[in-house]
């Protein structure tokens, strides 16, 4: 199972931004997909998680702006970002928490997309 991201790049402050990260495979259920962010000198934080159900979760500093949806028949999960802010500005990655018929259920990372946000 690979997971590939997309949608980051440069945006000024008050703008938006839509991530798409799609899992890629075969044989495999994915239960909670979610983004992390990691910001220069800075640990990785989780920004919002959605479970297969469609129950979302954010952190506290993203919500009201960032919005997480997923289309299960796709195994895709967006991340719309809106009102951004140079404090938004990170590599954000997205993960699946997935079974995989022949190597069981593992945590899944996709390549990180960065994201700045410019003042």
């Known amino acids: 199972v690979q997971l590939q991201a997309s949608g980051g790049g440069l945006v000024l402050a008050g703008g938006s931004l839509r991530l798409s990260c799609r899992a890629f495979?075969?044989?495999?259920?994915?239960?909670?997909m979610g983004w992390y962010r990691q910001a220069p000198g800075k640990q990785r934080e989780l920004v919002a998680a959605?479970?297969?159900?469609?129950?979302?979760n954010y952190a506290d500093s993203v919500k009201g702006r960032f919005t997480i949806s997923r289309d299960n028949a796709k195994n895709t999960v967006y991340l719309q970002m809106n009102s951004l802010t140079p404090e938004d500005t990170a590599a954000y990655y997205c993960?699946?928490?997935?079974?995989?018929?022949?190597?069981?259920?593992?945590?899944?990372w996709g390549r990180g997309t960065l994201v700045t946000v410019s003042s």
């Open positions: 993960n699946g928490d997935v079974f995989d018929l022949r190597l069981g259920r593992h945590d899944y």
């Open positions: 959605i479970s297969s159900g469609g129950v979302a």
């Open positions: 495979g075969s044989g495999f259920v994915i239960y909670d």
